[in-house]
């Protein structure tokens, strides 16, 4: 099985570094076995912010959207730390199994994204 090593590092456009994307091409990534559930609750989550949009065009009350900002809100950190796990049960623990520089290197990724999760 191909795992996260390897990838290639593109960023977003207008986001610089801090938001790099990593890009492998044919790896299989910790979160292949469940795609299709981080599909549907991030389809869900759409709908939930088209919800928002509704809320807002229908002047309701900001409690109201504020609440439904909060459910979106939580229903994001629910998906980020499911894929965060499961990086570090996989792409993580195989590189450290590897050793080397892709061990060190992925540790460090790790923990950046969990300064980031913290952070948001």
Known sequence: MASCRGARRDTLPGYGNDFALPRAEGAVHGYTENKDSYLARLRRIEGQVRG???????????IDILT????????????????????????????????????????????????????S
């Open 52 to 62: 928002l949009q509704r809320m807002v065009e229908g002047d309701e009350y900001c």
């Open 68 to 119: 439904q900002v909060a459910a979106v809100t939580r229903a994001l950190q629910s998906v980020a730390l499911g894929l965060l796990d499961e990086h570090l049960n996989h792409c993580v623990t195989d590189a450290i199994t590897e050793g080397g520089e892709s061990a060190e290197a992925k540790v460090r990724e790790a923990s950046e994204a969990i300064a980031r999760l913290v952070r």
